[in-house]
């Protein structure tokens, strides 16, 4: 088996005969490539560019001859990430990612994904903690947790603006200097700050408190930031070879750049979605991955389908799901319920671990068909029969399979659901790369918590009378 391998296929989306439920027609398919595929090529004439310019990250760090949008920007970051990362381990220190959103989902599903356990031959000496919730119960718990005199730390705003980032952070240093006894010099080695260089509070703070910066220019927005800094410094912690992540992310890239609508996940994948949401009245994308360890790429890609193309009354509702848990307490809902979801399975066809179902249960009549079997099998047979009953429901469903969990295969993967993204930004006339709802409940955030100026009374005084 190749294991450098993401197999996408649709069959399970489309109608065998009669029409039954949401399934689609593949002539509904085939109506739309051609709509699909120029979307796709204006991207590709638009990379570089504005928004556009985060497709060139997996370039931009000198070990490639093309010349990105990015200048010299990331000339000397992975050199770098890489001394921060081999200095943490050796430390077996203790890692803490702040952020929050965009600039957390990427490193959690790069770490969940791929951080080593015994499983995969050797275990992280670091310790990971990503704490992209202000509940301040589970800060405080963290904090009693943290051994202080093995904390690092990398704190991710690209605006340097993100309240609870700030927040988190101002406590987490805060403890670091009244409880850690490290030297000053030593607490500064131990802070990163991943933020735009060139403007912003938090750039300036680090400048003059002597932190390390990482860049995020403004250009890169924070969902689509896997593949900056605020992803790979976490994921050179957790020991996931970054080299062969990005590699996977290029060739990802390049494929999706070229190849016809019949060979290309990234447009099969697009035209699933927007037929569903113009033609098919589908309004809800069940995220269902078939491995614990990809659980968080469905947390990562809801926040890319809502906050990118969520607008202008359009839009998919994500729902997260994970099997074979939720076989238990959704499939009913989706076999049996309104014909309105997607399916999309992420699954794994070679994992870490074989495990024998024990051969005694032979001696049960009751229980052979499971003798001699292992729980790979099981875990197969669970998911196919998932499929299968979606389908003969006309409940469509589509599958991402990775050979095996490798850094290749997630930079491929998640390269091949970021640009789905951008297609359907094009298709549905929507600009993928703002998120005016998310702000806009922000600044009703910062004025509830007192932040002075005219803009700000205003919000108070809407706010006060909603709540009389």
Same mark, same amino acid.
């Given at each position: ?183 000053? #010099? &030593? !607490?500064? *080695?131990?802070?990163?700050? =991943?933020?735009? @260089?060139?403007?912003? /509070?938090? #750039? &300036? !703070?680090? *400048?003059?408190?002597?932190? =390390?910066?990482? @860049?995020?220019?403004? /250009? ?249």
């Amino acid at each position: 088996m190749n294991t450098k391998q993401v197999d996408f296929s649709l069959r399970l989306a489309l109608q065998d005969g009669e029409p039954c439920g949401a399934l689609f027609a593949k002539e509904e398919i085939a109506g739309v490539a051609e709509n699909v595929t120029e979307a796709r090529d204006r991207i590709e004439r638009g990379r570089g560019k504005g928004p556009l310019a985060f497709l060139e990250l997996p370039y931009s760090y000198g070990s490639s001859d093309r010349r990105t949008a990015f200048g010299d920007t990331f000339s000397q970051t992975l050199g770098t990430i890489h001394e921060a990362a081999n200095r943490i381990r050796a430390a077996r220190g203790q890692f803490v990612h702040v952020g929050i959103g965009g600039s957390a989902l990427g490193a959690i599903t790069l770490v969940t994904a791929l951080g080593v356990t015994k499983s995969m031959g050797y275990e992280c000496p670091a310790e990971i903690h990503v704490p992209d919730n202000v509940d301040p119960d589970w800060i405080g718990e963290l904090l009693h947790r943290l051994d202080l005199t093995r904390v690092y730390a990398n704190v991710v705003s690209k605006s340097g603006d993100t309240t609870e980032t700030i927040a988190t952070f101002a406590l987490l240093l805060e403890v670091m200097r009244e409880k850690s006894n490290l030297s000053p #010099a &030593e !607490l500064r *080695r131990r802070i990163f700050v =991943t933020t735009n @260089p060139e403007e912003g /509070a938090l #750039a &300036e !703070l680090a *400048r003059s408190e002597g932190f =390390t910066i990482l @860049p995020l220019p403004d /250009a890169i927005h924070g969902r689509f930031s896997v593949f900056s800094p605020m992803g790979l410094l976490a994921a050179a912690v957790a020991g996931i070879d970054v080299g062969e992540l990005l590699e996977g992310a290029r060739v990802a890239d390049e494929r999706t750049a070229r190849a016809p609508f019949g060979d290309n996940p990234s447009l099969q994948f697009a035209a699933l979605h927007y037929v569903g949401l113009t033609q098919k009245g589908i309004s809800n994308l069940i995220l269902l991955p078939y491995s614990n360890r990809l659980r968080t790429v469905g947390d990562w890609y809801s926040q890319l389908v809502a906050e990118s193309l969520g607008k202008q009354g359009q839009g998919m509702t994500p729902v997260k799901a994970l099997g074979v848990t939720d076989q238990h307490s959704q499939l009913q809902l989706y076999i049996d319920g309104p014909k309105d979801k997607l399916v999309v399975v992420f699954s794994v066809a070679r994992h870490a671990e074989t495990l024998r179902i024990p051969n005694s249960l032979a001696s049960n009549s009751a229980y052979t068909y499971l003798a001699y079997k292992t729980f790979n099998d099981l875990f197969k047979a669970e998911r196919e029969a998932t499929e299968v009953s979606l389908h003969l429901h006309g409940v469509p469903n589509c599958r991402f399979e990775l050979a095996e969990l490798s850094p290749f295969n997630m930079g491929y993967l998640l390269t091949v659901l970021e640009k789905t993204v951008c297609i359907l930004g094009e298709l549905l006339s929507v600009n993928a790369f703002d998120q005016p709802g998310v702000e806009e409940s922000k600044e009703y955030a910062r004025a509830m918590l007192g932040k002075s100026g005219e803009q700000y009374d205003q919000l108070r005084e809407i706010v006060a009378k909603l709540s009389k």
